[in-house]
């Protein structure tokens, strides 16, 4: 069984750094897909960032691209999403999902297991 852990949210203040991390136990995810998901109140779950765990080849969201890396530790089996230039409008529920997949998609309703989520509130 697939579990993934998240951890690392928190409260910061806008133009601040943080780090949140999925921890995936349950399987060898070299075939796998990592995604990292947002959820506001009120909106839709949006993409932010993916991984392919084989090759480390990513994709971001473009409201991100340049502030946030995605990253994945081999030997932790642990996703991680570095989170620079934070901003008021970042503040979500941050979900990391995974997916037996090689391309990186950004539909959630494509990503099979999902974790249970970290909070990220950016004051200004």
């Known amino acids: 069984q697939v579990q993934l852990v998240e951890s690392g949210g928190g409260l910061v203040q806008a133009g601040g750094s943080l780090r949140v991390s999925c921890a995936a136990s349950?399987?060898?995810?070299?075939?796998?897909?990592m995604g990292w998901f947002r959820q506001a109140p009120g909106k839709e779950r949006e993409f932010v960032a993916g991984?392919?765990?084989?090759?480390?080849?990513?994709k971001y969201e473009d409201s991100v691209k340049g502030r946030f890396t995605i990253s994945r530790d081999n030997a932790k089996n642990t996703v991680y999403l570095q989170m620079n230039s934070l901003k008021p409008e970042d503040t979500a529920v941050y979900y990391c999902a995974a997916d037996r997949r090689i391309v990186i998609v950004t539909s959630p309703k494509l990503y099979y297991y999902w974790g249970q989520g970290t909070q990220v509130t950016v004051s200004s």
């Open positions: 991984i392919r765990w084989s090759d480390s080849s990513t």
């Open positions: 349950g399987r060898t995810f070299s075939s796998y897909v």
